[in-house]
């Protein structure tokens, strides 16, 4: 089944303490995304990677990390979380810009 | 800026009744235009899409959308409400050609009554 996969999908972490959310795709796609979700915000996206070992900074970058070692990974990083990104975090994946933005089930993140 | 706007935060309507989200963006050129929905718990799944051509554009669970250039908009459109419409819509602007950047708008919540 083609599908984007996040790990974990709920987390409880204090602050300061370095975490991964993982993100995989199985479709082969080149482009990878990260969001947060915040009530009354909409998605808001963090990275994006337009390939292998390509990345760049979306509109929300402070305080996270990606790396794209594979295809198929995308991994969000925050090396020092804070209460202020407790969040619901999607990963996404697309073949090309132009078509639809595949999502995952979501990681429900909170620092204390 | 690039930004995309849905004013409406909550819209309640009548089982069977019509809908109509609204979604406008501001953009220098025509960018690509999305419509998302996000069922209580789950993630985004994509109802439909403009790149170019038709601004008509037909999506799944009976959606349609318009793109107006000349007001900047691409409103979602249902003709006949179903209690499983209930969830939130967002819009979205994909930046071409291929700058990979997306701006979601901060969503409508539809409230489907019986």
């Known amino acids: 089944e083609a599908q984007v996969t996040q790990n974990p999908r709920y987390l409880i972490t204090v602050t300061g303490k370095k975490l991964t959310v993982t993100c995989s795709q199985n479709?082969?796609?080149?482009?990878m995304s990260w969001y947060r979700q915040d009530p009354g915000l909409g998605l808001r996206q963090i990275y994006y990677?337009?390939?292998?070992?390509?990345?760049d900074k979306g509109d929300v970058p402070e305080g996270y990390k990606v790396s794209r070692k594979e295809k198929r990974n995308f991994p969000l990083i925050l090396e020092s979380p804070s209460p202020n990104q407790t969040s619901l975090y999607f990963c996404?994946?697309?073949?090309?810009?132009?078509?639809?933005?595949?999502f995952g089930p979501g990681t429900r993140l909170t620092v204390t | 800026a690039q930004s995309v706007t849905q004013p409406d935060i909550h819209i309640t309507v009548s089982e069977g009744a019509s809908l109509e989200l609204r979604c406008n963006y501001s953009?220098?050129?025509?960018?690509?235009l999305f419509w998302y929905v996000q069922s209580p718990g789950q993630g985004l799944q994509l109802l439909l899409k403009?790149?170019?051509?038709?601004?008509l554009v037909q999506g799944i669970k009976g959606f349609e959308a318009e793109f107006k250039r000349s007001q900047s908009s691409f409103n979602l459109r249902k003709p006949s409400v179903h209690w499983s419409d209930a969830a939130e819509y967002f819009c979205?602007?994909?930046?071409?050609?291929?700058?990979?950047?997306?701006?979601f708008g901060t969503g409508t919540r539809l409230k489907v009554l019986a």
């Open positions: 996404a994946s697309s073949p090309r810009t132009e078509l639809e933005q595949y």
């Open positions: 479709m082969n796609h080149e482009y």
């Open positions: 990677s337009m390939n292998v070992e390509v990345t």
């Open positions: 979205a602007v994909g930046e071409p050609p291929g700058t990979y950047k997306y701006i």
């Open positions: 953009y220098g050129a025509t960018p690509y």
């Open positions: 403009y790149f170019s051509g038709d601004t």
